[in-house]
């Protein structure tokens, strides 16, 4: 995990607002979507930045892709954190 690209994922505030959407539920892109006022296209490359620094992670159904929040990132996040506030 490299804490730059995580913070880089975060600096967004649309972004921040998917995971903020996706910490109540799973979801898929229209259901997204719909929460936002922002294109599909904006959408896509908003998740693709969250799936490259590892804070969001996705499965197929079916056609569907479900999103979903990676808890864990955020907690080695926080890990490092608390290493640079000792």
Known sequence: MSISKTFHALSDQ???KIL????KKESQV???LSKLNITGASLSHHLGVLK???LVSSRREGQ???YS???SVF???LKS????IK
């Open 14 to 16: 649309n972004r921040q």
């Open 20 to 23: 903020e959407i996706l910490s």
């Open 69 to 71: 929040i990676n808890m």
């Open 75 to 77: 907690e080695e996040i």
């Open 64 to 66: 569907k892709i479900i």
């Open 30 to 32: 229209n259901d997204i």
């Open 81 to 84: 954190l608390k290493k640079i």
């Open 52 to 54: 490259n620094a590892n």
